[in-house]
């Protein structure tokens, strides 16, 4: 009995619901067109110049750290070969004294890529963060500019094409960059 009471009382009740539904959906819908787009945010960071010039400042900046790096490897592996080259007859002393070097220079490379590998990561960070505040800013500034009612990044398992925003917005990084560029 409760259970036949339950559907009486959902009916009408639905059809309430599907009639309120009708008569405002057609009007909320012309209302209301919503614009959507789609953004590529790791695609727009790997192709913004603005991204582009921060690399080659970082490696412009770490390079003489890199060689220097480089010299000191071909410096071990000199020693390492003078030490396996069993042609030299070297006596016990310098062997030692060799194998010391080896050893203390293989330390020395090895701290010294460490902090090559930390300072490069942190400022890879730094420059990195300030491009990927940069993009969000192109996001938000051309979503205004284009009246977009909302733009999603992440997480988006399909995006058609003619939603995908991302080149409109690298196009607007790279006016906006050539513009501080010819100002300068």
Known sequence: ?????????????????????????PAVAQESQSRI????????????PQALEAELRLETEFAPRQEELEDQRAELA??????ANSSLELSD???????RQTRGLERRIKRS???FREELNIQKNDEFKKVRIL??????????????????????????????????????????N????SAN
């Open 37 to 48: 787009g789609f953004v590529d945010i790791p695609y727009l960071i790997d192709r913004a």
């Open 178 to 181: 050539n513009r501080l560029q």
């Open 78 to 83: 000199d020693l390492a070969a003078r030490l």
């Open 1 to 25: 009995m409760n259970s036949k009471f339950g559907v009486r009382c959902l009916r009408p009740l639905c059809a309430l619901f599907a009639l309120v539904f009708c008569c405002v959906s």
């Open 113 to 115: 890529e460490q902090d």
């Open 135 to 176: 993009v969000l800013e192109a996001i938000g500034e051309f979503g205004r500019t284009h009246d977009y009612d909302l733009i999603v990044s992440d997480g988006v398992l399909f995006a058609n094409k003619r939603v995908d925003v991302t080149e409109r917005i690298l196009e607007s990084l790279t006016r906006e």
């Open 93 to 99: 002393v310098e062997i030692a004294q060799l194998d």
